[in-house]
């Protein structure tokens, strides 16, 4: 374990999964609004680099801790060392495909992985927690836009983790009416900070579509694939909620509000409310940049779904939280960060 120490005793937020690409954007806000950060990631997915980087946008220090949390004697020795009294749990992991291939790793890491902090916060008493779900519990969307009450359904095993651990702490929360939990559905998250100097970092080649149009306009791929031109959407492409990771590191900190006012289990959705097909993204990242996304269409891959978008009303009723920043900010920022760390965090 490696740690440094942030000067005021107030108690902390702990964040899981903190060095990936939603954890240092919502550790920066959390430090900009003067929150203390202890944040454990395995460097599974991310690098210590880019808790460097969030410290150094803030002027703050993160209390760091390399560890995974599936071990429960870190979680303990953690919990019991420090002041922490609420969660925000983001480590897990997340690539669709993957999970089919591997599922054990995702049940493994995602539920076991959620039981084993649970298990901790119990102990040690620690009874707010902000969960990061996805839309993708909502399966294959039968009316949009999709509300909270949509029927949920789990397509591959990533999706079954995030629904399980959704169904995890509803239950914490019967057997405990002291238990805050609030479980955000994220849509389509994409953009960076606007320093340029965090952001997303995929290992492979991407499976979403923005890192992918960033990687074809910095010159690392030829052009980007457009799977499917035939779907029922406005222009026969893909259509999706796309939502900038500042304003979606905001709905946590709006979230952690609320969960310590409210008890009880809360699903809300962060999403804009918006439908952007894939290419209303390539003409709006082209308009924001000048960069040119040469594209070419491919067949429809398994398993996609033509629409998904959000009804975002639940997070402004109860969270008071709306997404703020435009298609072109995403875009403007994603492509900073992408100009300016061609190869992510692994050039520093
Ligand atoms: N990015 C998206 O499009 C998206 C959409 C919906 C939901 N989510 C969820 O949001 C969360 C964060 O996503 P992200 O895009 O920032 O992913 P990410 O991979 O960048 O971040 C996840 C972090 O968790 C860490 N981690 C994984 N397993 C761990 C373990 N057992 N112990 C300690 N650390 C561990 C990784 O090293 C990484 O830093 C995930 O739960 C993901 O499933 C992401």
Same mark, same amino acid.
């Given at each position: 374990?490696?740690?440094?120490? !942030? *000067?005021?005793? =107030? ?7 903190? @060095? ?18 202890? /944040? ?6 991310? !690098? ?52 089919? !291939? ?6 493994? #890491? ?8 649970? =298990?901790?916060?119990?102990? *040690? ?26 029927? $949920?359904?789990?397509? #591959?095993?990533?999706?079954? &983790?995030? $629904? ?8 914490? /929360? ?33 499976? #979403? $579509?923005?890192?992918?149009? +960033? ?17 029922? &959407?406005?222009?026969? &492409? ?28 809360? @699903? ?7 439908? +952007? !097909?894939? $290419? ?8 924001? &940049? ?11 891959? @398994?398993?996609?779904? =033509?629409? /998904? ?10 969270? #008071? ?9 995403? /875009? ?17």
């Amino acid at each position: 374990m490696s740690h440094s120490h !942030s *000067a005021a005793s =107030a108690p902390s937020v702990l964040v899981t999964g903190g @060095a990936g690409y939603i954890g240092t954007h919502t550790m920066v806000e959390l430090l900009n609004a003067g929150h203390n950060v202890v /944040c454990i990631d395995n460097f599974s997915n991310s !690098s210590p680099e880019a808790v460097r980087r969030v410290e150094k946008i803030t002027g703050r220090q993160v209390t760091l801790v390399e560890g995974d949390i599936r071990d429960t004697d870190t979680l303990q020795v953690l919990l019991s060392q420090r002041p922490i009294d609420r969660v925000i749990h983001f480590a897990a992991l997340k690539a669709v495909g993957e999970s089919v !291939s591997r599922p054990l790793a995702y049940y493994d #890491n995602n539920i076991g992985g959620t039981l084993a902090l649970l =298990a901790a916060c119990q102990q *040690a008493g620690v009874r707010r927690f902000v969960f990061s779900s996805s839309a993708t519990v909502y399966g294959n969307p039968q009316a949009l836009p999709l509300t909270e009450d949509a029927p $949920l359904s789990a397509v #591959n095993p990533y999706g079954a &983790t995030k $629904l399980m651990v959704e169904r995890i702490l509803e239950d914490m /929360c019967h057997a405990d009416p002291q238990f805050a939990v609030v479980s955000l559905r994220y849509f389509n998250p994409v953009g960076a900070h606007d320093s340029g100097t965090i952001g997303e970092d995929p290992r492979d080649i991407p499976n #979403n $579509l923005f890192p992918f149009i +960033t990687q074809v306009a910095v010159g690392k791929r030829p052009h980007l694939n457009v799977f499917g031109n035939d779907w029922p &959407t406005h222009d026969g &492409t893909g259509v999706r909620d796309y939502i900038h990771v500042v304003d979606l590191a905001l709905g946590h900190l709006a979230a952690l509000d609320y969960s310590a006012q409210q008890s009880g289990y809360a @699903a809300v959705n962060l999403g804009t409310g918006r439908g +952007t !097909s894939v $290419l209303d993204m390539v003409h709006a990242f082209e308009h924001a &940049t000048g960069q040119r996304v040469p594209h070419v269409v491919a067949p429809r891959r @398994a398993g996609d779904i =033509a629409a /998904c978008w959000a009804d975002p009303t639940r997070a402004e009723r109860l969270l #008071n939280w709306r997404a703020q920043r435009s298609l072109e900010q995403m /875009c403007a920022s994603g492509w900073t960060w992408q100009q300016g760390n061609p190869d992510g965090y692994r050039r520093s």
